[in-house]
């Protein structure tokens, strides 16, 4: 999907990609091919800072950026310097486990992340508000997610930009998630 490079939450046309950064936050768009493995860095330097290296599987995941972008679209957060702040996974048609399928009218965001140095300036909100332009414009009615409960700093962002908790659900046996929807009919993922 061919998604042009803004500015979250500006009205109108799409920004140049060299533009420097506005009050609103950092420039997001699609991720392009030379810039996976530094986005997988600073999206993976983001959850060790927040769970250290326990996870390494899934840390792994989460850096294998280029493994996703054949079926899910990667956004990234780019300082006006251009190195890559963050990214978030939206995926649209397809999961990025196969073995599991997308409700109709669902996107789903994940491996939202932002290194450590970036978190704090707007850069995790900037990617969801994009995330959620991306879905909008896939025609998609509704962006979910999931998030752990130590993730205290996403959920407030998640609240504060209109998702809905709903209960939590278990992704593996002990391990539970908090899930998260937001109505992509009901105005923009910002407050």
């Keep these: 999907?061919?998604?042009?490079?803004?500015?979250?939450?500006s009205r109108?046309?799409?920004?140049?990609?060299?533009?420097?950064?506005?009050?609103r936050g950092p420039l997001v768009?699609?991720?392009?091919?030379?810039?996976?493995?530094?986005?997988?860095?600073?999206?993976?330097a983001g959850f060790v800072a927040l769970f250290g290296e326990e996870e390494g599987e899934y840390l792994e995941m989460i850096a294998d950026v280029a493994g996703r972008c054949d079926r899910t679209t990667v956004l990234v957060a780019v300082a006006?310097?251009?190195?890559?702040?963050?990214?978030?996974?939206?995926?649209?048609t397809a999961k990025v486990d196969p073995a599991r399928e997308l409700l109709p009218g669902e996107a789903?965001?994940?491996?939202l992340g932002v290194a450590p140095e970036a978190q704090g300036r707007g850069v995790g909100r900037a990617l969801v508000e994009a995330a959620a332009a991306v879905a909008r414009s896939a025609g998609k009615s509704r962006l979910t997610l999931g998030t752990r409960s130590e993730m205290a700093a996403a959920r407030h962002?998640?609240?504060?930009m209109g998702f809905r908790a709903g209960p939590p659900a278990?992704?593996?046996?002990?391990?539970?998630?908090?899930?998260?929807?937001?109505?992509?009919?009901?105005?923009?993922?910002?407050?």
């Design 12 to 23: 109108g046309g799409a920004a140049p990609e060299k533009a420097a950064p506005g009050p």
């Design 1 to 9: 999907m061919d998604v042009p490079a803004r500015r979250p939450g």
């Design 157 to 160: 962002l998640y609240d504060r």
């Design 108 to 111: 789903h965001l994940r491996m």
């Design 170 to 191: 278990e992704w593996a046996p002990g391990r539970s998630y908090l899930a998260y929807e937001l109505d992509l009919g009901a105005g923009p993922a910002s407050a």
């Design 80 to 92: 006006d310097g251009g190195r890559v702040l963050g990214s978030v996974t939206v995926e649209l």
């Design 29 to 44: 768009r699609p991720v392009r091919p030379e810039e996976c493995e530094e986005a997988g860095r600073a999206t993976r």
